[in-house]
């Protein structure tokens, strides 16, 4: 087999006292957690297009990312180098899983029929590999953002030609996930929104995105696919304003439009961020509506305000991200997918390994505290004694629905004021920490 990453041996769990370079210190993929290995509660999926697409530019600079597989060019061959290269990372790591965008895997071609042609070709090579190593698709997407016909928005273009190819896109790009046993299938609204009220109408946008949704939803039924599929909330960038900006606003338009019941949620933490919201919000959010569907796990950077996808190493908030994941039962089709990107100083492929194992041994401690918190229990204790009071009779008769006003009218009048007690949140912040251990 072709070496990709010569320099690098496959990365073996080395204990938390390691202070080799190129080891797991936290991640041991078969140690039991409650009831399940580590790899089966955390599921971890590598982004093809931050993996092996991104050159690291920014808008200063041009990419310096260090690809020696690589050639350059849009030819398949090149494609299909880099898929091999790809499933050689993945193995090393010790990653079950990947996502990818239809144009992250295979160069766009010259119209549909030739763009399909270019994709089943590396799609072939896809197969292939993950037959050779065991390592499945966790979601795949169509990418409806890069190129210009889509600069209006794709699925709430303007221009009905536009939905159009979008249309074509996606029915490809969920044959090829289906094809490849894909787990899920996302949707992000890369550019459905907009940049200005003055030219847009919402109203019909908004419309026209839920018929796409519908049109993917009847297609889904027609191929026999079986994934999820996952909308991916984000409030902006690149547009100003993104139609799915939040996990409520999406519930929301989930509801509205009678899709709620076809689709759970993608949950990203560099956009719940940006949405000004913390990312267990989004996730305690997404669960109460029994639709907390998958992770992308990254971190941004509160201090610039773009999505700068760092890779996650937030002790804190990776055991916050699996708090909630535990307290939904676990993932069934999701996983943690790092839609993550190096640092464009760190360039060097070794710096891939160095990224992931971050964000793996992040996520093995943020399981291990999770549990242990979820264990000990006194964090649950605490709330469930802070509404203690909701367990009496009149609590019990209004959550049933059968008290009034005039019941609370009387209750309130009989009883004088309430005594409140302490909130006592710095107390639980030092019980949560207790559990931190990188
Ligand atoms: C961009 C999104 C994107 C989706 C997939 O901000 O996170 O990468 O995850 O299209
Ligand atoms: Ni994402
Ligand atoms: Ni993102």
Known sequence: MTEFFPDVEPIRFAGPDATDEMVFR???????????????HLRFASAYWHTMRNPLSDPFGVGTAQMPWDDGSDSIDNACRRA???FEFLEKCGIDHYCFHDRDVAPEGDGVVASERNLDAVVEVLAEEQARTGANLLWGTACLFTHPRYVHGASTSCLVDVFAHAGAQVRK???????????????????????????TDMKRELDHLARFLHMAVEYKHQIGFKGAFYIEPKPKEPTTHQYD?????CLNFLREHDLLEHFSLNIETNHAELAGHAMRHELQVSRMAGALGSIDANIGTPNLGWDTDCFPGNLYLATEVMLEVLAMGGF?????????KRRRESFEPRDLF?????GMDTFAAGLEAAAAIIAEGSIDAFISERYASWD???GRR???GEATLSDLHAHASSIGEPAVVSGRQERLESIFNRFIRG
């Open 26 to 40: 936290r991640y041991e993929r078969d140690r039991m957690v409650d009831d399940k290995p580590m790899c089966e």
């Open 84 to 86: 091999r290269a790809f």
């Open 173 to 199: 790009a969920m044959d090829v996930t289906h094809a490849l046993g894909g787990a899920g299938y996302v949707f992000w609204g890369g550019r459905e929104g907009y940049s200005s009220l003055l030219n």
């Open 245 to 249: 900006s939040d996990a409520a606003a």
């Open 332 to 340: 069934t089709t999701g996983g943690l997918n790092f839609d993550a």
């Open 354 to 358: 160095h990224a992931h194992i971050l």
């Open 392 to 394: 009496s009779e009149l």
């Open 398 to 400: 209004i959550e049933s």
